[in-house]
């Protein structure tokens, strides 16, 4: 078993691995659409990608009655987007949503996606994809 440490938006392994894991971080990238196609290229044929997101809707409207949508907005705003944005990024932010995390998979070239709750932690969701 070998692990790496590295910019996502640059990984190039020498041997594909057979799983990639990405934990609250998608959202934080400068390029989150080429660290998508990178963990995808990333990875044998079948190989499992795994992402750890918040669960928010795309929309702010829907958001209303989720108590944890204020914090999720403010750290977004305070730290997430500033950070991407400070570098020339997408600025996707904590609260980019589901939605958009599923588009940003299928561009990437990810196949069916399963979205599930993350057990004792409804504020983000799990992602799971396989590479054709």
């Keep these: 078993m070998t692990f790496e440490q590295c910019d996502a938006a640059e990984l190039q392994p020498e041997e594909p691995f057979d799983v990639v894991v990405v934990f609250n971080a998608v959202h934080d990238q400068v390029d989150p659409a080429a660290m998508l196609r990178r963990a995808r290229e990333a ?10 997101e918040p669960r928010m809707p795309d929309a ?17 705003t305070l730290h997430c987007m500033t950070v991407s944005l400070a570098h020339g990024g997408a600025g996707l932010g904590t609260g980019w949503g589901e939605q958009a995390a599923l588009r940003l998979l299928d561009e990437a070239g990810f ?5 599930e709750t993350v057990p004792r932690d409804p504020g983000n969701a799990l992602f799971a994809t396989g590479a054709p």
Aim: cysteine-free; glycine content about 10%; aromatic content about 10%.
């Design 111 to 115: 196949g069916d996606v399963t979205v």
């Design 43 to 52: 990875l044998v044929p079948g190989g499992l990608f795994v992402m750890n």
């Design 60 to 76: 702010l409207e829907d958001n209303l009655d989720n108590p944890m949508a204020p914090f999720t907005y403010s750290v977004s």
